[in-house]
């Protein structure tokens, strides 16, 4: 059992930065994937990044360049920095674990969620 708990969403201006956390509790954190999703009100949940346990990271085309996903496995958090933030960033965030193969940009794949924290960015 892995649980999860994400911190650092507020609301920023449009080019500001911004940095989310995910700490996970539970054992063999260095066994999972893990990735961030955004989603907001009466849209499907969207895929952000990932990042697997040997570093290995994928990102959606909207944040690629702008966003990077780290994890610091002895600390067993995960980090989301956020860049040149835009009005479409704002969502939900979520941070996810998966250790079943399948692909990383995959919700369905994720086995553990966080509560979420909300960004909001204004124009």
């Known amino acids: 059992q892995v649980q999860l708990v994400e911190s650092g969403g507020r609301s920023v201006q449009a080019g500001d930065s911004l940095s989310l956390s995910c700490a996970a509790s539970?054992?063999?954190?260095?066994?999972?994937?893990m990735g961030w999703f955004r989603q907001t009100p009466g849209k499907e949940r969207e895929f952000v990044a990932a990042?697997?346990?040997?570093?290995?990271?994928t990102y959606a085309d909207s944040v690629k360049g702008r966003f990077t996903i780290s994890r610091v496995n002895a600390k067993n958090t995960v980090y989301l920095q956020m860049n040149n933030l835009k009005p479409e960033d704002t969502g939900v965030y979520y941070c996810?674990?998966?250790?079943?193969?399948?692909?990383?940009?995959?919700?369905?794949?994720?086995?553990?969620w966080g509560q979420g924290t909300q960004v909001t960015v204004s124009s």
């Open positions: 996810a674990a998966k250790r079943r193969i399948g692909s990383d940009t995959l919700g369905l794949w994720y086995d553990y």
């Open positions: 539970g054992r063999t954190f260095n066994d999972y994937t």
């Open positions: 990042i697997t346990w040997s570093g290995g990271t």
